[in-house]
Structures are given as C-alpha cells and as structure tokens.
C-alpha cells in the first residue's frame, strides 16, 4: 500500500505554506495554484493545481480536480485527474471518475467510482 | 532634494529615541539635510505631500511602522519619480525587513539612497507594501464576509480577522503575489474585542490578533471583500463594507539597505 503516512499529509505540515480552506468556511469557484492546496470545507467548483491536493475529513467536495497527486479523506463528488496519485484514505466517501498513474484505496473507504490507472494515461 | 516628515506626537525625545535636533544634524553631516515638517494626522500629511515642490525628489517618514504605513498608504500623491525612506525611532517588523537597524544607520542608508523598485499593493484608494490587517465590527450573521478573487473564487467567512500579505518576491508567486490569511475571531469575548481595539488606538501598530487560530490562506492578486458591517484596518482606518485589495500599476520607490530582500 502505497498511502502516505499520517504526518505527511499537507494538513499534519507545521505553518501550512500554502492555499488552505478550513472547516469554518464555504467556497464555490475555482482555484489555479501555485502550489498545494488543502481543503477541509464545503467546496463546490474546480481546482487545478501543479502542486497536491488533499480533500480533508471534514469536506464536502463537489467538482473538478487537476493535481499532480491528490489524497482524499472526506466526501467527495467528482471527476479527480492526478499526474502520479490519488490516495483514497478509510475515512472516504467518492463517486465520480478517478484518473492517475496510481491509485490506492484504503480499506473501509466508500468508492463509487470509475478508475482509470497504470498506463493508460 | 530630500524632505522629512514626522508626527507631532512622537516629538518627544527619549534615551532610546533620538530629539528631532539630533536627527537634523546628523542628517546634515550627511549631506542630506533639510528642514523635518511635522504633521498633525493623516489627513494633514496628505495636505503636505500635495504641496511638495517638484524639486523634491525623496520623502522621508521619521516615526514607527504605523507613521511610515500612512505614508506609503498616501503613496497616490507622490509622483512616480519620488523616492521613499524610513527613518525607524524604534525597532519594527518593516524597519528590520528594510535591514535598519537603527536611526543612525537610517540615516547612512538614506544618504546612499539606493532605491528597490516594488509592487505595491491598494486597498480602497490606499496603498501597502507589506502587509495590512482588516477588521469587522461584531455581527450576528453567520458569515458576514464574502471574499471573491481574481479566479472567481468566492469563500463565505464567519467572524474573523483578515491579514493580506504582499509576497510578490516569492518568485515562484508570480500568479498569486497577494496571500490572504483568515483567522477567527468568534472566540474572543466582545470586551475583549473591545480592550483589543482600544489597545490598537493607543500604541497604533501591529500586534498580534486575540485569537490567531488560522481557519483559511487564499492566494490571488486582487480579492474583493464584503462584509454585512464596516470593515477597519490595524491604523483603525475605515472602509466601509466593501473594498477591493489587489495589485496596483503605481511602484513605490523605496531606499532600502543593499542587498535587502523585501
């Protein structure tokens, strides 16, 4: 299993440098970054970023995602194209389509989803 | 020809802040001296600046960090040949990024008058080059702040303080030169919001928030904030309930120690 580990998911990083959402929030749009981006709130619309993704447990996601790699850990509803991989943690709940060069689901996870992994990029 | 300005308020010499006599010689013995005018508020500094003649081709602040943010935030009334220094009387967050370490070497950098030339950032029809802190008055709605950017991003915010920070020398920034920080401030008891605020008034600089708790960090180069009550920066400056901060096509000017990354 290829999961990162707990303490190095972008929400565990000391001082979070980069784009972050919090639970207390509620956003719909888009979001072109830099770098990486952290969202743990209700988010409606698109994110594309060259950076990773994590969707945090107290997320509600629904949308686009284009990352280099994305790690999902709450609700999600979308249609996710990650470079290298996507990471769905036990806490998850995904429909939609799923689209990298990997991808790992945790058991326990809810996943409804078309995948589409390995070489046929 | 340089000209300098200090408010009346901090006329008052002590042992670690220098009289207005020896700054004045010590300005001559540099070769850049001149008479220091000195200024009641903001408005009165801005009345200043509009009358500066064209032969003055630097303008100086003599004071803290909050003097010398009114400055830049009058940045608009200076034409775009005008350089702008700092003359630190006490050591702060923007006198230590200029790399003065005290008025003395102020005064060394400012007679050396290299000059950076950096982005600047408007809120309303103000300026800031580092960074500015917006306030709300207390509200029962839910989510008093909409924050839209520049990608149409629109992010519902409860009560909380914003902090928006020029990055724009992150080179890899070059989309996103403006970060906005969100913290809560719901914990905070409203007497404390209100000791807090008093506190601002008073010692008129940046301090800390009563609660730093950061719920959201956004990056853009121009946001758009509406709030259901008035919005007010850390100078207690108003803005109403809707502002714009975003980049600005006007540079400042700024004399800054060599090699000093701002």
């Known amino acids: ?121 | 020809m340089y000209r300098y300005f200090q408010p009346s308020s901090r006329l008052t010499a002590t042992e670690a802040k220098p009289s207005q006599t020896e700054i004045t010689d010590t300005l001559k013995k540099h070769h850049i001296g001149s008479p220091i005018e000195n200024y009641e508020n903001e408005k009165d500094l801005a009345e200043k600046l509009q009358k500066l003649p064209s032969s003055v081709n630097t303008v100086v602040m003599i004071g803290d960090e909050a003097d010398f943010e009114n400055l830049i935030g009058l940045n608009k009334l200076l034409s775009d040949d005008v350089a702008v220094g700092f003359l630190p009387l006490a050591p702060s967050r923007i006198s230590h990024k200029m790399g003065l370490k005290s008025w003395n070497e102020a005064i060394e950098i400012l007679a050396q008058r290299r000059i950076s030339e950096l982005r600047i950032f408007s809120i309303g029809s103000r300026f800031f080059f580092d960074q500015i802190e917006l306030h709300i008055e207390p509200v029962e709605t839910d989510f008093p702040i909409t924050i839209t950017t520049n990608q149409s991003l629109r992010v519902r915010v409860p009560k909380a303080s914003l902090r928006f920070e020029n990055v724009s020398s992150e080179q890899f920034r070059s989309k996103s030169p403006l970060q906005l920080q969100i913290f809560a401030a719901n914990e905070a008891p409203q007497q404390s919001v209100a000791l807090f605020t008093e506190l601002r008034k008073r010692i008129k600089k940046e301090t800390e928030l009563p609660t730093s708790q950061k719920i959201g960090q956004v990056y853009g180069k121009s946001f758009s904030i509406e709030s259901a009550t008035a919005l007010s920066d850390n100078l207690n400056r108003n803005y109403g309930s809707r502002v714009r901060v975003g980049q600005h096509q006007k540079t400042l000017r700024l004399i800054t120690k060599r090699n000093t990354q701002l």
């Open chain 1, 1 to 121: 299993m290829f999961f990162r580990s707990k303490k190095d998911h972008l929400s565990e990083l000391v001082g979070y440098a980069g784009f972050f959402l919090g639970p207390d929030l509620q956003a719909e749009g888009s979001v072109e970054g830099d770098d990486d981006v952290f969202i743990d709130c209700q988010f409606k619309g698109d994110i594309n970023t060259p950076g990773a993704l994590e969707i945090g447990k107290n997320a509600n996601f629904e949308g686009t995602i284009k990352a280099r790699s994305v790690i999902v850990e709450g609700n999600v509803k979308a249609t996710i194209d990650a470079v290298d991989e996507i990471s769905v943690a036990s806490c998850a709940e995904i429909t939609g389509q799923l689209k990298a060069l990997r991808i790992g689901i945790e058991n326990g996870a809810a996943v409804q989803a078309k995948l589409n992994s390995g070489g046929d990029k």
